[in-house]
């Protein structure tokens, strides 16, 4: 039986009309505690945000697999374009 | 078909970071659990030697940005205990390596503050050094690890300048003040230098590492930038740097220095440095007094969800 | 007229200086790491506040004080902090519940002076009203965890509150100051003990049977531990006299 505390993933939404976006992780003992030190620890207190705490065990992701991902040594290997546009070879300069 | 091997080299060749479910050599995986973790183990214990100058700062205003200076320490450290878990290790299972001698932390912190000055010191000399070595792992190739140093890199900036302004004031002040700043370079300067670790030819990982972009440069160079730098800024301060070698070479466009007192480095790393017993002795202590607070928490969080449930 | 809200204003000052020295010598001392850097916040806005409020009092002073003179050049004789400020952090438990007892005295006064004639101090509370309201929520939350998490914690919590009690009364006593200066401190009182009996009942704290006051910070007699606090901060500028920072 562990006493650590559980680590949760913080998601903060630093200003209105943006989305919330993943700050890190910290251990708290319940979720009103991972939202208070999510403050302390990642907002240095600012006004106005909102924070969404999720215990992280709680969080479900999907798996990069390798044998399908876009990486494909004989073509223009998209996955660099963070975009994943195709950009002509003229374009890439911009 | 490629390997995961060469697709893994092939993102880290093009700048792709690697992330957390991402397929990656167990070596790398080891290594950076090490690297981050020792790295968030010296930013906690590198609370201590400042930490013992909060109650004594000379003025409100230095005691408030020594405290936000000390605090945003615990700050990196958790961004990087954070970074760390995301490879598979439990922030408990570090904080036991660190207690039990098992990992490192930055020797720097084994040595003691004994003045006032020395607060300015390590914030020009030790913060440096530290920004040095951070700025270009923010292109580490880990995510996680690289987005922890973005966060850490845009507040320490303020850190650095709080301690040159410290010493500035103290070599603007009276002879008794002139004379605290010189102290306090003379003692942390070796030190400092030396936080860059052994020569390259020392350093068996560095090319690994290098490969693996969980280093960007190396020890060496880092070094000698450090050195280039001190050596101008500390003309604004008009102090001297302890060593007699220090010399402008124009030829390779960079300063030569003394030779470093390798005996000194690898005592202080095994264990015998100044502060060694002390610094994880007040770390063991805070962590053993503090359990029964850690249990009370845990024990009221499931209270509380078994009366809500 | 002056020289009363001056020592109103340094009262306050002192208050909030020797609370945020005490929370500071936790930094790099705490339970955890998360734990660590709340308590640094709390006592960063503790000090921050003194400074708005040393600021004000130099002001008033007039004859070149300044917000450091005020602070490191005062002996415990003229300090006016409350004695519970500088009573020692202990544990946790004992540190988590001086916050509660402080912070539930603050919020109430502050909220009170938002209407100060004074513009500058009505000012300064709104500022720091923010900051208390979380200061208030924070050592609530932690005063009840600790009173009802486990045995040891629960005893732990006795131990504290024996040891705090007799401190309390000071904060929500009248002195002459508080009425010339127009201060309700029965109103402030009345707040005070609602949430006290609040959070400690939640808490399963009992007060102690024995009801005894000590008072006296206000009027600089304090206990030997403010004079072990003033050693550590003031040696400096005492040892260096009239140098620059």
Sequence with gaps: ?94 | MESSLDIFQDKVDNDISIEPKDWMPDEYRKTLIRQISQHAHSEIVGMLPEGNWITRAPSLKRKATLIAKVQDEAGHGLYLYSAAETLGISRDEMIAQLHSGKAKYSSIFNYPTLTWADIGAIGWLVDGAAIMNQVPLCRTSYGPYARAMIRVCKEESFHQRQGFEILLILSRGSEEQRALCQDAINRWWWPSVMMFGPGDEASPRSAQSIKWKVKRFTNDELRQKFIDICAEQIKTLGMQIPDPALKWNEEKNHYDFGEINWEEFWNVVNGNGPCNKERLAARIKAHEEGAWVREAAIAFAEKRKTHNA | MPVSLLNYILHLADNALIMGHRNSEWTGHGPILEQDIALSNIALDLIGQSRYLYQFAAELSGNGATEDSLAYLRGPEDYKNCLITEQDNGHWGKTVLRQFFFSAYQYPLYQQQLNNKNAQLAAIVEKSLKEVTYHLRWSSEWVIRLGQGTEESSQKMRDAINDLWKYTGELITETDLDKQLGINVSIIAEHWKSRVNDILNQAGIIVPDDKRMIVGGRLGIHTEHLQNILNDMQYMQRTYPGMEW
Excluded: C
């Design chain 1, 1 to 94: 039986m562990t006493n650590e505390w559980p680590l949760w993933e913080i998601f903060i939404r630093s200003k209105q009309g943006l989305d919330h976006k993943h700050a890190g992780s910290l251990h708290a003992a319940d979720a009103q505690m991972a939202i208070e030190n999510a403050r302390d620890v990642y907002t240095r207190r600012q006004e106005g945000i909102s924070i969404w705490v999720v215990e992280s065990k709680h969080i479900h992701a999907s798996s990069p697999d390798e044998a399908e991902s876009l990486y494909d040594p004989a073509n223009d290997k998209v996955y660099r374009h963070p975009t994943f546009y195709n950009l002509p070879i003229e374009l890439k300069h911009i």
